[in-house]
C-alpha cells in the first residue's frame, strides 16, 4: 500500500509545476519525480505532467511563430491576442483541474483531454 500523503504532494508537485516558470525549468521536476518515485500513479502523473508541458511549448511556439510572422499586420494581432489569451487560460484551467483531480480521487492518474501524448 502506498502512502496517500506523499502520493498527493508528488502527484501535485508534477502538475504544479508549470506555474512555477514556463521555462524549460519547470519540466525538471516532474522528470526528477518520475525518475525517483517508486508509486504507479505518481509516475503516470508525472509522465502525464510531461506530456503537458510539451504541448504547452508546441502551442506557444505555434502562436509565437504566427505573432513573428503576422503580428506587424493589424487583422491578425487582433486574431491572435485573444487567441494567446484563450491558450493562457487554458494552460492555466487545466492546470488546476489536475490539481483538484490529484487531491480528489488520488488512486487514479489525471489525464488531461486532447493533448499529444509522446509518453
Given at each position: 500500500m502506498y502512502n496517500t500523503d506523499k502520493r498527493n504532494l508528488l502527484?501535485?508537485?508534477s502538475h504544479g509545476a508549470i506555474f512555477f516558470?514556463?521555462?524549460?525549468?519547470s519540466v525538471g521536476i516532474p522528470i526528477a519525480i518520475l525518475l525517483v518515485a517508486d508509486d504507479p500513479v505518481v509516475k503516470e502523473n508525472a509522465k502525464e505532467s510531461i506530456n503537458f508541458h510539451f504541448n504547452v511549448w508546441?502551442?506557444?511556439?505555434i502562436l509565437g511563430a504566427l505573432f513573428f510572422l503576422f503580428g506587424w499586420l493589424v487583422l491578425p494581432l487582433l486574431l491572435l491576442g485573444?487567441?494567446?489569451g484563450i491558450g493562457y487560460l487554458l494552460h492555466w484551467g487545466l492546470t488546476i483541474w489536475a490539481l483538484i483531480g490529484v487531491f480528489s480521487n488520488p488512486d487514479v492518474p489525471f489525464r488531461y483531454p486532447y493533448i499529444?501524448?509522446?509518453f
Open positions: 502527484s501535485a508537485l516558470s514556463t521555462a524549460f525549468v508546441l502551442y506557444g511556439g485573444p487567441l494567446a499529444f501524448r509522446v
